[in-house]
């Protein structure tokens, strides 16, 4: 699967994904980290990655075609519950499930919000 995450996912999740056969970009250390919600939203739209976050503002995306969203909301946010937060659900959703949705998971809960699924030209309905 490919996954675009920002700078506030910790560096052991990413490793994760990558141990797991993911294919993660990281905009950690690059031009795009503390750039706006936009640039980063196309920048994972450009690439057809899911988007993983910390930041709320991807949740109005559901009207958007995209490839998925996950967004980490937690009262007190520190790696740990951060990087569960992330593998729980990259465990609880299947990977072609994910373009169209957006994922919130909070400390006790999560939250699933579906857009009209995501077809590239190349992908027509059957």
């Not at 506030?8 to 990413?14: D, E, I, R, S």
């Not at 750039?35 to 990655?49: F, I, K, P, T, V």
């Not at 740990?80 to 994910?98: G, K, Q």
Request: with cysteine; proline share 5%; net charge negative.
């Amino acid at each position: 699967m490919r996954i675009l995450v920002d700078e506030n996912v910790p560096l052991a999740t990413v490793r994760v994904l990558c141990a797991a056969g993911h294919d993660v970009e990281d905009v950690r250390g690059t031009s795009a980290e503390g750039g706006s919600d936009d640039a980063l939203w196309e920048r994972a739209q450009a690439a057809e990655r899911l988007l993983i976050t910390t930041d709320k503002s991807f949740a109005s995306r559901t009207g958007d075609l995209h490839f998925g969203v996950l967004i980490v909301r937690v009262r007190q946010p520190n790696w740990f519950l951060i990087h569960e937060r992330v593998l729980r659900a990259m465990a609880l959703v299947d990977a072609a499930d994910w373009p169209g949705l957006v994922v919130v998971m909070r400390d006790t809960a999560m939250g699933l919000r579906i857009a009209a699924p995501y077809r590239r030209a190349d992908h027509p309905d059957p």
